[in-house]
């Protein structure tokens, strides 16, 4: 699909799935830290162990001196970390009993309003990573 960028983009935090049962940047670097992975490479474990920043480090890796081996093996951890979120929220369900009830419909009805229209290109950034809102 070809088209110009909305002219509405919307950025969140981390904060903003939490509510979905989501994750924080700090559950986050847990996960890619704790992945198989990561933990076979003693590099990666000390960058890790040394930094909380988990783009910084994924920066460093993909950008640095690093074998091919330590960079699929930082992309994969990343991936399955966002997969393992993105699960959580899109398997969400409202209950009365939930910590955070949401109003998700309100929710919706909010993101929609980043959709991009015709052929423009709507954008949503949670965290880290975006969404294509068409």
């Known amino acids: 699909m070809k088209g110009e960028f909305a002219r509405n983009i919307l950025f969140t935090g ?12 700090k559950e986050i670097w847990s996960k890619i830290f704790n992945n198989s992975c990561i933990q076979k490479h003693t590099r990666l474990k000390e960058l890790f162990l040394n930094e909380y920043d988990y783009e910084s480090i994924y920066n460093q890796i993909i950008n640095g001196n ?7 093996s930082i992309n994969t951890s990343i991936f399955e970390s966002y997969r393992i979120l993105d699960e959580i929220v ?15 419909y309100g929710v919706n009805n909010f993101i929609e309003r980043f959709a991009g229209h015709g052929y423009e290109i709507g954008l949503l950034f949670i965290g880290s990573f975006y969404y294509q809102i068409i």
């Open 14 to 25: 981390a904060g903003f799935t939490k509510n979905f049962g989501g994750l924080l940047a």
């Open 66 to 72: 690093y074998t091919n081996a330590e960079k699929d």
């Open 90 to 104: 899109t398997q969400w369900t409202f209950t009365h009993t939930a910590p955070n009830p949401v109003n998700i």
